[in-house]
Every structure is written in structure tokens, then in C-alpha cells.
């Protein structure tokens, strides 16, 4: 098993495989199973690596196609993304690669488990979580952490970003556990009303930005517990 990873069991057939700042998720079921994201170095260790943990045939699906989620797709055959994510993914070293679409409401079954795609624009425009309604859980990529969360650059948006949380409220009756690709990997629904608060503090000029964590063109800010980079 390749020592660039950590491999932690979240629950029978899901694991979290950590690249140290960043996090991807592998589901498995009775038929297949599906890679959610896939970390930041290239190359095939990473589909390697899966392939120790399941004998199943792999899917994979980008949250968003920021490089630390795409970096290691080698391997694991045409990524699902949103359409809207398809001309920035094309733009990051990806040039020539094929793509699948996956839309919000679309449902893969992985037999006996199943995922559904929930668009939250925002972080990027066609940003996707995965909810798994049976087992409550939301693996929601880069728009909840209890690290910090990017929200500068091209193609981010505050407002959508926040009015994602506000559907995101709406649907906490789906789910109980949050698992981010930052940070924890596993948060509670609370983070969701607290992001979105410090999310509208920011939109209304009311958080004061100090120095971000390393060298980046942006300011950090602040709000019981949740930093944004904006």
C-alpha cells in the first residue's frame, strides 16, 4: 500500500484515503463501487492503492475539479462531473480528456448502496455532494471544514455560495454526517447553519480579514469556528 496515502474506515465499505491536506472517499457496494474525488498527486498510486481495498469495478465522480481533487484520476477511467465544471477541468492540464456528466437528482446505484448528486454551486459552478439517504451521509467535498474553506479566485461565488447552504438546511432531514475532503472527516449538520452564518457575515462587511494561513492572495476570515478565504 502506497505510504503517500492514510487509509481510515469510516464504515463497512467506506474509507476515507487521506493525502495529508487533503482528503478522498471510496464507497463500495455489492456490484461496484465509486471513487469521490481523487486526491492531489498524479499518476496511478492512488487506483493502485483502491484496487487493494476493492475488487469491485471503480466509478469515479469529481465534487469540483480543483487540482488537489483531480490530481490522481489515472487509472480509475472517464470522471463524472457537472457540465459546468467541464471547461475549468479542461484548462488544468486536462486538455483532451473525456468526461461524463452527472446532473443534480442523478442516483448511482452501486448495489445495495446507493448515492445521489447534490448540486451546490458556490466553491465552483457546478460543484456536486453525494448523499447517501439510507446510511445519512453527505460527502460534501470543499464547502464545509473545520480547517478553512476557498472562496477567492476564478469561478467562486459568495452569494451562491451561501444560498447552497441555505438549501442545504433545508435538507438536513436526509442526513446526520457530514464528510468533508478537508479537516475532519466526519462533522455534524450543525456546521452547515455555522458556515452559512459566517458566509452571510462576510457578504455583509461584517468580519474584520487577518493574514491567511500561508501566502495567498486573499484574507481569512473568521466566525465561530468556520475560516473562509476570501
Known amino acids: 500500500m502506497s505510504e503517500a496515502f492514510s487509509?481510515?474506515?469510516?464504515?463497512?465499505?467506506?474509507?476515507?484515503?487521506?493525502?495529508?491536506?487533503?482528503?478522498?472517499?471510496?464507497?463500495?457496494?455489492?456490484?461496484?463501487?465509486?471513487?469521490?474525488d481523487s486526491c492531489?498527486?498524479?499518476?496511478?498510486?492512488?487506483?493502485?492503492?483502491?484496487?487493494?481495498?476493492?475488487?469491485?469495478?471503480i466509478d469515479l465522480l469529481f465534487t469540483h475539479t480543483d487540482s488537489d481533487?483531480?490530481?490522481?484520476?489515472?487509472?480509475?477511467g472517464?470522471?463524472?462531473?457537472?457540465?459546468?465544471?467541464?471547461?475549468?477541468?479542461?484548462?488544468?492540464?486536462n486538455e483532451g480528456r473525456t468526461m461524463r456528466p452527472i446532473w443534480e437528482g442523478d442516483v448511482i446505484d452501486l448495489g445495495g448502496r446507493e448515492l445521489e448528486a447534490v448540486l451546490l454551486p458556490g466553491h465552483t459552478p457546478g460543484f456536486i455532494a453525494m448523499?447517501?439517504?439510507?446510511?445519512?451521509?453527505?460527502?460534501?467535498?470543499?464547502?464545509?471544514?473545520?480547517?478553512?474553506?476557498?472562496?477567492?479566485g476564478a469561478g467562486r461565488n459568495l452569494q451562491a455560495f451561501t444560498e447552497s447552504?441555505?438549501?442545504?438546511?433545508?435538507?438536513?432531514?436526509?442526513?446526520?454526517?457530514?464528510?468533508?475532503?478537508h479537516g475532519s472527516k466526519e462533522l455534524?449538520?450543525?456546521?452547515?447553519?455555522?458556515?452559512?452564518?459566517?458566509?452571510?457575515?462576510?457578504?455583509?462587511?461584517?468580519l474584520e480579514g487577518t493574514d491567511p494561513p500561508r501566502q495567498m492572495p486573499c484574507k481569512a476570515y473568521h466566525h465561530n469556528g468556520v475560516t473562509l478565504l476570501f
Open 7 to 36: 487509509v481510515t474506515i469510516i464504515s463497512d465499505g467506506v474509507w476515507a484515503i487521506d493525502e495529508g491536506m487533503v482528503c478522498s472517499y471510496l464507497v463500495v457496494g455489492s456490484e461496484r463501487a465509486l471513487m469521490i
Open 40 to 57: 492531489m498527486s498524479k499518476g496511478t498510486a492512488l487506483s493502485e492503492l483502491v484496487k487493494e481495498l476493492t475488487d469491485k469495478p
Open 69 to 76: 481533487h483531480t490530481g490522481g484520476q489515472d487509472g480509475f
Open 78 to 93: 472517464v470522471p463524472m462531473l457537472h457540465p459546468s465544471e467541464y471547461s475549468y477541468y479542461l484548462s488544468k492540464g
Open 131 to 152: 448523499l447517501n439517504r439510507t446510511e445519512r451521509r453527505l460527502f460534501i467535498g470543499d464547502i464545509i471544514s473545520d480547517s478553512w474553506i476557498y472562496l477567492f
Open 165 to 181: 447552504l441555505e438549501k442545504l438546511e433545508r435538507m438536513t432531514n436526509s442526513f446526520d454526517i457530514l464528510h468533508p475532503c
Open 188 to 206: 455534524g449538520t450543525e456546521w452547515i447553519s455555522k458556515t452559512r452564518e459566517a458566509a452571510e457575515k462576510l457578504l455583509a462587511g461584517e
